[in-house]
């Protein structure tokens, strides 16, 4: 969008099987992170789980998860920096 690309025509044939494997790998990626919180907060552990906004939020902002959110932050920054940066039209 801040690009302004033209759009190109998709020559047939071309990108399915790799766009299908990139799919199968999120889609993948997606079943083994269900299958660990169904397998650490599952059925049998009912008891334990606690849904509520707070607690989440607790966990989520807490030392443990401070690096992830930090380093994220940096490469979304960075993302944006670089996007305005090619979008830039030399005088």
Do not use: W
């Amino acid at each position: 969008m801040l690009l302004n690309v033209r759009s190109e025509e998709d020559a047939p044939g071309r990108g399915g099987r790799a766009l299908r494997r990139v799919a199968l790998a999120l889609v993948t990626i997606l079943v083994l992170q269900v299958g660990a919180v169904v397998a650490r907060f599952g059925p049998g552990r009912a008891g334990e789980f606690d849904a509520s906004t707070r607690k989440m939020a607790e966990i989520l902002f807490s030392p443990h998860f401070l690096y992830a959110f930090e380093a994220t932050s940096i490469l979304i920054l960075a993302a944006l920096v670089g996007a305005i940066a090619l979008a830039r039209k030399e005088p």
